[in-house]
């Protein structure tokens, strides 16, 4: 099962900043957060993954709280091809080897 | 463009078929994944290879066929399959996760597979 909770769907506006919540409560000392997104009937493509500082890359930026329990991904200035769902993932298996998928957020970018 | 390739992009098979997916990575990477995706659902992780050598079978019926001849190359051997396994079959590859998990994973762009 997935480690992390995640709002079904949300919507954005195009040009304004979207910000993507996770909990991930249950988070080791030593796991990383991931970020994937969706766009419809494609592979998951990679964005942004961090430990506990924050992140940032032409993509996304990636907030983690102090505690780790949860985490923000932001889309800085959401254009309409960003709608996809985006997936938030903790690593689980004996060596933290699986990046196994929960339902996601769809993000849907409104004109 | 991912470094993780697919083929076939497409493949319609009858129930009594035998056929094969196949998934090539040239990114040196020594891990690689079969995900399910079915409509609407999320992905479902099926097998991990790691150093060719499988590490994870969640629960996969037996007409699913994983192998790894390579670090570079992985396949799904598919027969007597059934309608309800029509879906898109995703492979991924990442480095050691053993050794370290400061590694993302990357994705090919999957084979629709429509059992009839």
């Known amino acids: 099962d997935a480690k992390t909770t995640q709002p079904t769907s949300m919507d954005c506006a195009e040009g304004r900043a979207a910000n993507l919540p996770c909990n991930h409560s249950t988070i080791s000392g030593n796991e990383y957060v991931y970020w994937y997104r969706q766009i419809h009937s494609q592979g998951p493509q990679y964005i942004i993954h961090?430990?506990?500082n924050n992140e940032t890359n032409e993509m996304a930026s990636l907030i983690i709280t102090e505690d780790r329990k949860s985490s923000t991904l932001i889309l800085p200035h959401a254009t309409l091809r960003d709608t996809a769902v985006y997936y938030c993932i903790v690593r689980v298996g004996n060596y933290g080897q699986n990046f196994v998928f929960g339902p996601g957020t769809r993000l849907s970018v409104l004109p | 463009e991912t470094g993780v390739t697919q083929t076939p992009r497409h493949l319609v098979m009858g129930m009594t078929n035998k056929k094969s997916l196949k998934c090539e990575q040239h990114l040196g990477h020594n891990a690689m994944y079969w995900y399910k995706q079915s409509a609407k659902k999320p992905l479902e992780l099926m097998f991990v290879y790691n150093f060719k050598e499988q590490t994870e079978n969640n629960s996969v019926p037996s007409r699913f066929s994983p192998e790894c001849p390579n670090s570079s190359h992985l396949f799904l051997h598919l027969h007597t399959l059934q309608p309800e396994d029509s879906a898109l079959y995703l492979c991924?590859?990442?480095?050691?996760?053993?050794?370290?998990?400061?590694?993302?994973?990357?994705f090919g762009q999957g084979t629709r597979l429509t059992v009839v």
């Open positions: 961090g430990l506990k």
């Open positions: 991924a590859s990442s480095q050691d996760p053993q050794g370290a998990l400061n590694t993302e994973a990357f």
